[in-house]
Structure formats: structure tokens, C-alpha cells
């Protein structure tokens, strides 16, 4: 018999979560539309349910320092709005699914659901986000990179939920976040991608590059990354074909029903030569 | 034993029924208001579209649970207030209503963007509807309704 638990406080939640080890309900898109069952039939879970978008002391979206929290009961539509919100992460969710979806679903979820299309993701990992687990028995804080493990899978541990999510509130010299799919809204992305660079006189302080949807998790290679670091814009223009061959080795994505391989791979090293190209110009 | 407690078109609702049910039953089968309409079961449509504190939802994804003291709005409710009029008037005039199966969501997706944005754009009414199909109208119809409603009625919002 499966049961549904309905804390009324977080703390109340982490004990149920210890207890029954149930699956955890946020804003129940990805859930909802998994274990949907017929009108008028009971959900089709096969473990406890824990609901929490109901608790507001998850609700909150604050500025620590260089960081911004993010709780995981803060809905999409209200990161989206919210002054503390990094630009990138705000043009990522702006085109992410419809009105009516934005209003429900949140951004733990989207981290939990670990899905390669995740629209966040690729942003997540240029802000070097860090996810916050909770459980009765303390709190650990997992790097996305580290957090995510595969296509729907993630580390956390069945007594464990998000209780926020930390990024990074650094404003970059110049950042990008493209999306490529059928329709604006409501598509499932062929590939997502996000840049960032600093430069200062001239000089290259910082770079990083994360594609989704072109391999089973989010791809960002900081060795290659740190070849540009230092790196002054004469040589950047100079190596754009090289910096692309790079990222060609470990662009590796797959063909199915919404987009080939290959369509995928040359819209991706497009995507970021013109962004190199771009800073050329404008720094 | 736990208990829901929200507001249904206004009158206080306190269920004992299981949380994890869809709302979309809840509305339908326990309440008796079929203006949300189950469509395709899965939040791409719009069709079984509602209100939640102002704001569009698609009941059909939406847990009982996650509406505790909120304010539930379904079109039943809404086609009785004054905005829920001037809307159904504006797309009746411009023919934005064909076999009707998406009227419902499309008034609550229009009502939805209206009250978060009183004066929105072309691109921005067309992003608003984005969650709701239709398979007749081919969607200019509606959108020049909304167009109407912005230039005339703007103060009602
Ligand atoms: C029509 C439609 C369109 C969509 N479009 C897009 C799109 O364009 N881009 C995109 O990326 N996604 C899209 N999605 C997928 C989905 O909306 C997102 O992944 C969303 O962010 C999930 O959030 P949620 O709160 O609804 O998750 P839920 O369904 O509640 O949960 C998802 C997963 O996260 C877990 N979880 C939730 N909160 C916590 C927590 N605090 N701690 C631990 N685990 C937790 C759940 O157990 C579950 O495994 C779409 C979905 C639909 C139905
Ligand atoms: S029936 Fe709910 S969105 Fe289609
Ligand atoms: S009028 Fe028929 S689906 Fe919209």
C-alpha cells in the first residue's frame, strides 16, 4: 500500500524522508506526467510520496556574499522574475516550457530529473552551482558536476533532498545561453548551450563552455577551458578553428527522433565559434 | 489523516482526499465542473487549464497537495466576473472561438497574462498562449482578440 505523506514543515519532511525513504513530489511535472495513470485512477507510484511544494520555508531566493540560494520550493516562473537571479539562468527559464508549466515546476526538480535535454543544467554548470542534501543526519554540499551522474541518475541518497541550490552571482564581461529546438516554448531542446568570458586589457581571465542535449549528461571540459585562460584576444581570433577541433573530440551526441548526430554536433561548434567571434568584435 | 484545505471558485474546500490525486478529478469528478477538459494528460495542451493564486496551471499534472491554501479558479467562476465577460466578448467577435474544446484555457491563459501583464506585446501574448493548442483557429484569431482587449479594456486589469 502505497502511502502519501504531507509534512507541514521541513524539518517534519526530513524525518518522513528518513522513516519511508518515499519519492519526493516538488512541483509533480516531470512525476505527474511519469506515473500518470488513467482519469479518476490513483497515480501509479510504487513507493511512499512525500509532497513538498507545499512548504514555504523553501520558498526563498537570497544573496550570500558572490552567491545566490535558491530554494528548492522556488518556482521556475518566480526565479525567472526575481531581481537576484543571474541573467543566464533567467533567459534559460524564459524559454523553457509554457506559462502554466513555469508556475508549477521548480528548479530542484529539473536538477533531480537529470534529464541530458535539462534547460537549466547547462547554465547550473557555467555558474559552478552547488546543491545543497539534507538529511536528519546533516547537510552536504555536492557540485552539480559531481551531483549528476548520468541520463536520470544523480547521487543523492534515498533519506536525502535538496534543500537549495547555490550559483555563482558573478556578472561576466560576456556570456551567451542559446537554445535549439522545434518551438520556442514547450520543446524538448536538441542542444542547449552557455559561455562565459572575462577579459581584462586585452587578456582572457575566464572561460567556460557547457553544452546539453550532445551527450548523456551536460558537458563542460575545464582542461580545455584553462588552455584559454591567460590567453590574450589576438590569439583567441587566431585559434577559433583550433579551440572548435577541441571541443569537436569530446562532443559526442546521439541520433534520435528530434535531431541527428551529426546536425547537432556542427550547430554546437557553431554556436561556439560565434560566440568567440562576437567577443572578438565587441571586447 | 490529512487534510487539504483551499478555495474553490471562492467557497473553502477542506478534503480528506488523497493528496497526490490530479486536481483535474478533484474539479471534475468530486465538484462537478467540467469547463477544465482533460486533453492530452500530460501539460503540453492547456485544456484542463486553471487559475492558482491568478496564475495558469494545467490541473491535469497538478497534485491536490500542492493547491493547500491556495485559491483555486476554474472558468466557471471566471466567466461570471466582469473580465471573464469582456474576454468571452472580445473572442467571439474576432472568431476566436471554432469547435470550442480550448475556449476554457485559452480565457484562463488570456485572464493569467492579462493580470501579470496589462499590457503586453504581440510576442508576448503569443508566449502566454504557448501552453494552450488549438487546433482550428490557427491561433491569429485569438491573439487579435487579446490585441482588442489590450487596446480597449486595458483598465479592467
Ligand atoms: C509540457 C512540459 C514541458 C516541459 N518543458 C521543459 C523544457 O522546455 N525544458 C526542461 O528542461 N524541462 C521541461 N519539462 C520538464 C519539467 O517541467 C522540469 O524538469 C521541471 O523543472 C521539473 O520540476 P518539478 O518541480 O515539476 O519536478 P517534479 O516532477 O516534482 O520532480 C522531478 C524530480 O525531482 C525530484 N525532486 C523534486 N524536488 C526535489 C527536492 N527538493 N529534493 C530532492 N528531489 C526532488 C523528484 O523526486 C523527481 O525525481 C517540461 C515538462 C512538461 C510536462
Ligand atoms: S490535459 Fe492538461 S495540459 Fe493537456
Ligand atoms: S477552437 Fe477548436 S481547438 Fe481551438
Redesign the interface.
Known amino acids: 500500500m502505497v502511502n502519501?505523506h504531507?509534512p507541514t514543515s521541513y524539518e517534519e519532511a526530513l524525518e518522513l524522508l528518513s522513516i519511508y525513504k518515499p519519492t519526493i513530489?516538488a512541483?509533480?511535472?516531470d512525476l505527474?506526467?511519469r506515473k500518470?495513470a488513467w482519469?479518476?485512477l490513483?497515480?501509479s507510484?510504487d513507493r511512499d510520496?512525500l509532497?513538498v511544494?507545499?512548504l514555504e520555508e523553501l520558498n526563498y531566493i537570497d544573496r550570500q556574499g558572490s552567491n545566490i540560494h535558491i530554494g528548492a520550493g522556488v518556482t521556475l516562473?518566480d526565479i525567472m522574475d526575481h531581481f537576484h537571479t543571474p541573467t543566464l539562468l533567467s533567459e534559460a527559464v524564459k524559454i523553457m516550457?509554457?506559462?502554466?508549466?513555469r508556475?508549477?515546476a521548480t528548479l530542484a526538480g529539473n536538477v533531480v530529473n537529470a534529464s541530458p535535454a535539462g534547460d537549466t543544467l547547462p547554465v547550473l554548470y557555467v555558474l559552478n552551482s552547488v546543491v545543497v542534501l539534507e538529511s536528519v543526519e546533516g547537510i552536504r554540499h555536492v557540485p552539480i558536476d559531481t551531483f549528476i551522474t548520468g541520463p536520470g541518475k544523480t547521487i543523492i541518497n534515498d533519506n536525502e533532498m535538496i534543500k537549495e541550490i547555490i550559483l555563482s552571482g558573478h556578472k561576466f564581461n560576456h556570456s551567451v545561453y542559446r537554445k535549439v529546438g522545434g518551438?520556442?516554448?514547450?520543446a524538448i531542446s536538441k542542444l542547449s548551450v552557455c559561455m562565459i568570458m572575462d577579459i581584462k586589457k586585452g587578456i582572457i581571465q575566464n572561460f567556460r563552455a557547457a553544452f546539453g542535449a550532445v551527450g548523456p549528461t551536460v558537458v563542460r571540459d575545464v582542461t580545455i577551458e584553462s588552455k584559454l585562460i591567460g590567453k590574450s584576444l589576438v590569439w583567441l581570433d587566431e585559434n577559433i578553428e583550433e579551440i572548435g577541433k577541441w571541443y569537436e573530440q569530446i562532443i559526442k551526441p546521439i541520433d534520435d527522433q528530434r535531431s541527428s548526430a551529426s546536425y547537432r554536433k556542427a550547430c554546437t561548434i557553431n554556436l561556439l565559434t560565434d560566440f568567440i567571434k562576437h567577443i572578438k568584435h565587441h571586447a | 489523516m490529512v487534510e487539504v484545505r483551499f478555495e474553490l471558485n471562492g467557497e473553502t474546500i477542506i478534503t480528506k482526499e488523497d493528496p497526490t490525486k490530479r486536481l483535474l478529478d478533484v474539479i471534475r469528478t468530486s465538484f462537478g465542473l467540467t469547463g477544465p477538459k482533460e486533453g492530452c494528460g500530460e501539460g503540453e495542451c492547456g485544456g484542463c487549464a486553471v487559475l492558482i493564486d491568478h496564475k495558469i496551471m494545467n490541473a491535469c499534472i497538478t497534485p491536490l497537495g500542492n493547491v493547500h491554501g491556495k485559491s483555486v479558479v476554474t472558468i466557471e467562476a471566471l466567466a461570471k466576473t466582469q473580465r471573464g465577460q469582456t474576454i468571452r466578448k472580445a473572442f467571439e467577435t474576432h472568431g476566436a472561438v471554432q469547435c470550442g474544446i480550448c475556449t476554457p484555457g485559452m480565457v484562463i491563459a488570456t485572464e493569467s497574462l492579462l493580470h501579470a501583464n496589462p499590457n503586453p506585446t504581440e510576442a508576448e501574448i503569443r508566449e502566454g498562449l504557448s501552453g494552450n493548442l488549438c487546433r482550428c483557429t490557427g491561433y491569429n484569431m485569438i491573439v487579435k482578440a487579446i490585441l482588442s482587449l489590450v487596446e480597449k479594456e486595458g483598465s479592467l486589469w
Open positions: 502519501t504531507y513530489i512541483g509533480g511535472t505527474m506526467v500518470r482519469s479518476d490513483p497515480t507510484f510520496i509532497l511544494g507545499q516562473e516550457a509554457s506559462p502554466a508549466i508556475h508549477s518551438r520556442k516554448a514547450d
